[in-house]
């Protein structure tokens, strides 16, 4: 049984819908973009592969893989504007991830 993401204490497990029909590489992001380690990444960042992990070309998630093996600290500071993310990593990815979070890209 899937397990809603939303409300205090709620578990982070993916809807059974969204991870049933996965390969198991899309699986494994979707996991992993849900244990992050904090909560505000895992919010951030499995909500997105909930929404977009079944249509992303390989490249797209090959981009997002790329972000799941990279500090959250640094993932945040580019997905919130502080940072300015380094050359080799998707600015787009990163635009929608902010975008998806409600923080204004400029």
Do not use: C
């Not at 977009?52 to 998630?61: K, R, V, Y």
């Amino acid at each position: 049984m899937a397990q809603s993401h939303s409300g205090p204490g709620a578990a982070v497990a993916a809807p059974a819908d969204s991870a049933g029909a996965l390969d198991p590489r899309r699986k494994r992001a979707l996991f992993r973009a849900w244990h992050r380690g904090t909560r505000e990444m895992d919010l951030i960042m499995g909500r997105y592969a909930d929404r977009a992990i079944g249509t992303m070309s390989d490249q797209e998630l090959a981009a997002f893989e790329q972000l799941l093996d990279l500090p959250e600290a640094d993932v945040f500071g580019w997905v919130s504007g502080t940072n300015e993310p380094p050359a080799g990593i998707d600015p787009g990815l990163i635009a929608r991830l902010g975008e998806f979070r409600g923080f204004d890209q400029h």
